[in-house]
């Protein structure tokens, strides 16, 4: 049957050529001439509240040289700010009072977390000062018997993981960027990673939070309980708000039992009818322990074989069309092979499947992986890379990439030397959310909005949503117009308006002025 054959850390990635500002690339973002700038004053109040090593100064942040154009710059080097200082609260107390003073003179602030994001949403747009969380890193209490962790927002998700995995447990969430990415960063942004599909999203598995609001008010809402209907579900509105109603600090996450069985398998497939058609298969088959159905298309092996995987073998021989990436959780594994390999078995026999392979030990499992998790950070080595976040209906996923490549390869704009030198499709099946990339030659605005108005407006009239689980933040604001009603569009102003009436926190992002 197959064939016995046989994770990746993401870090910032800078093409040697940065991004221009923001500001230039996009003049249609005015600075809130209300916004105060950064005075002498401000620095020495800064300093009675931070250790010198916990503030980064740099009065020239645009230079090249600057130590500060990490922190200005996103991870796809697409979006970059000026903010001339960068702060690293080590407390809940610091935060207070920084947001505290911020308010009172009226200074814009940026939350950043691992700047492992995409839509530009952890970026200052002009210069805004950057709160960035990365030394608020302790797991502060861990019930082994509910499996609640609470953490500090700058733990990073893989270290949480590792804290999880000799008591028994694991994450609800597991991203490429794990081993860089915050805690805070994913609820800010409400992640939901390859296993949606089976511990859902953060909406549900975050019990409670830690949030200092724009006026300095601690919001000290760190519930460890699963249920508690007494009013308002406050964490609610700060989940996937992006920081722009507050700073959250401090997390009550609801960890799942780690599986005693793993099993993944890669299969081959010449349709993205043949993928749906997989897709209904497992959940026939493998139901309660499916924990993930991923799939990519032929290109983004070839990137990834290119840029990072140069010595390994593709697992599969042959060429496919798409490639499918299972896996199953449980508690037996005997109970657990038996499922799969009848199902696997059912795949080839009906000729769903033309070829597949199964991971024989956790090294293999890791490298199966690695083929589906080394995408994103492919193509951004392989120059300025634009990535898409949508969500729709899964009979339509490709459809999207499929009508994106005739449209561009029909005005000649994409191939290799060309405008678009590629354009790729992948994502989770499980839960109707695809990721188009392409790589753009060089740093030309018009072609990169060519290809956002192209992207956006196909999900939208198709009913779908303009970002699955990345965030609005700077990439996808002046869509929202389109994407929301204005009830729903007046209705998130209101609230902005009474917990921040400053508008401080994350200005230019997710609500369109």
């Not at 620095?43 to 040289?65: G, M, Q, R, W, Y």
């Given at each position: ?11 910032t ?31 020495d109040?800064f ?10 100064h ?191 600090t ?48 032929h ?102 990439v ?40 060089g ?17 939208m ?8 689980e ?44």
């Amino acid at each position: 049957m197959f064939r016995p054959r046989f994770i990746h850390t993401s870090r910032t990635v800078l093409n040697k050529n940065l991004t221009p500002l923001t500001r230039v690339k996009h003049p249609e973002f005015k600075r809130n001439p209300s916004f105060a700038k950064i005075e002498n004053k401000d620095l020495d109040f800064f300093k009675t509240v931070l250790a010198p090593n916990n503030i980064l100064h740099d009065s020239n942040p645009d230079e090249v040289s600057s130590s500060l154009i990490p922190y200005n710059t996103d991870w796809f080097n697409l979006y970059r700010g000026s903010s001339s200082l960068c702060l690293f609260p080590t407390s809940t107390d610091q935060v207070s009072q920084i947001l505290k003073y911020c308010n009172q003179n009226r200074l814009a602030v940026v939350a950043q977390g691992g700047r492992t994001g995409v839509s530009g949403g952890a970026s200052p747009v002009f210069d805004e000062i950057i709160v960035n969380t990365s030394k608020m890193n302790k797991v502060r209490h861990f019930d082994a018997v509910s499996g609640v962790a609470v953490v500090d927002a700058g733990v990073i998700l893989e270290a949480l993981d590792q804290f999880l995995e000799p008591k028994g447990y694991t994450v609800p969430l597991d991203l490429g960027a794990k081993g860089s990415c915050q805690i805070g960063g994913n609820v800010s942004t409400n992640a939901g990673g390859l296993r949606l599909m089976k511990f859902g999203n953060l909406h549900g598995n975050v019990l409670g939070l830690e949030v200092v609001l724009p006026d300095g008010t601690v919001l000290e809402n760190l519930s460890t309980l699963r249920k508690d209907n007494t009013g308002y579900d406050l964490k609610q509105l700060f989940i996937g708000a992006e920081g722009t109603l507050g700073l959250i600090t401090g997390i009550s996450l609801l960890t799942p039992r780690r599986p005693k069985a793993v099993n993944v398998a890669m299969v081959a497939l010449d349709s993205f009818e043949a993928v749906q058609e997989a897709f209904v298969m497992a959940k026939e088959d493998l139901s309660e322990i499916l924990s993930a159905f991923e799939f990519w298309d032929h290109d983004s092996v070839g990137v990834v074989k290119r840029e990072m995987m140069q010595d390994t073998s593709y697992p599969i021989q042959g060429k496919h069309a798409f490639y499918a990436l299972l896996e199953t959780q449980g508690s037996k594994q005997e109970h657990d092979q038996e499922k799969l390999d009848s199902y696997l078995g059912r795949l080839l026999e009906s000729g769903v499947a033309m070829d597949g392979v199964m991971a024989q030990d956790a090294k293999q499992i890791n490298t199966l992986w690695s083929w589906r998790e080394k995408i994103p950070e492919s193509i951004s080595k392989s120059g300025t890379a634009m990535t898409y976040d949508v969500a729709m209906e899964v009979p339509l996923l490709y459809k999207l990439v499929e009508d994106a490549k005739a449209h561009f390869g029909h005005k000649g704009l994409l191939g290799p030397g060309k405008l678009y030198s590629n354009l790729l499709g992948f994502g989770h099946v499980g839960d109707g959310n695809l990721h188009i990339m392409a790589n753009l030659d060089g740093f030309d605005h018009d072609s990169q909005e060519a290809m956002d108005e192209f992207v956006f407006d196909w999900t939208m009239r198709h009913n779908g949503s303009i970002t699955a689980e990345h965030g609005v933040g700077v990439s996808k604001v002046n869509y929202m117009n389109r994407a929301k009603s204005k009830v729903q569009l007046d209705l998130m102003k209101t609230l902005k308006n009474a917990i921040d009436p400053n508008g401080i926190m994350n200005p230019y992002k997710v609500i369109p002025e």
